[in-house]
């Protein structure tokens, strides 16, 4: 797909050039960023320079991810929002980071619920799924605010069963606890272009008919795991 561009109320969402590589750098510098994504640690210029210049135009080019700059109507880069394609039929993952400046203004929903939209109505999507380690609340809240729904009954203060069913995921030889979500079109208000919002257990995907089929979702897939904002 050829890169595009999104606007919502205060946002451009538009596709990450190599002049974003230093604000990229910059933001993720951020301890909090570092601690809730799956970036490498430390975050060096070139590992910036190597996601703008090059993952982030592949995703778009063989379109397994589509990555947007998150940038205020006055040029400052105020995050970043990843779509990435997942193995069940028409389904994506939402990861989002927002630099530390620009947390608390309400642009991680915002960000969220337009790219939603585009993904329903653009590319056909029938699912997004959200995931994050287990404790972060402010990934989680954002995630909620846009309409999420968490996924198997979890409770915000229980949710951490994981996706192979042992309550935790092992990245790096740590386990680690997850939380999901899911959204739909008919969350959004949207028509629903597939199988609509039924109850199942994580590690199950939805098949074309609706009905669930075995799988696992290898934590950190996405390329940002929702961090805080």
């Given amino acids: ?41 430390p975050y060096l210029r070139s590992d910036a320079e190597l996601f703008t210049s090059t993952l982030a135009p592949a995703g778009w080019r063989d379109d397994s991810g589509y990555h947007f700059a998150l940038v205020e109507r006055y040029g400052a880069l105020a995050g970043a929002l990843g779509l990435v394609r997942r193995p069940g039929p028409r389904t994506y993952e939402v990861g989002y980071w927002l630099a530390r400046e620009h947390r608390g203004q309400g642009y991680g929903t915002e960000a969220v619920v337009r790219s939603a ?8 999507a029938v699912r997004l799924e ?32 994981a996706a192979d069913g042992t309550g935790g995921a092992t990245a790096g030889g740590v386990r680690r606890n997850l939380w999901s979500a899911s959204l739909f079109p008919v969350d959004l208000g949207l028509p629903a272009s597939g ?32 961090p805080p904002g």
């Fill in 130 to 161: 959200w995931w994050a380690e287990a404790g972060n609340v402010a990934s989680r809240a954002v995630a909620l605010r846009a309409g999420f729904r968490l996924d198997d009954g979890q409770r915000p203060e229980a949710a951490g069963e």
């Fill in 195 to 226: 199988p609509g919002r039924i109850p199942s257990r994580l590690g199950l995907r939805l098949t074309g008919s609706g009905l669930p089929e075995a799988g696992a979702r290898p934590p950190g897939s996405a390329a940002y795991l929702p």
């Fill in 1 to 41: 797909m050829e890169p595009i561009t999104l606007t919502s109320r205060r946002l451009l969402l538009r596709p990450f050039t190599p002049g974003d590589t230093d604000a990229v750098h910059l933001a993720c510098q951020d301890p909090e960023i570092l601690r809730w994504t799956e970036i490498p640690s």
């Fill in 117 to 124: 939209r585009w993904a329903f109505s653009v590319l056909g």
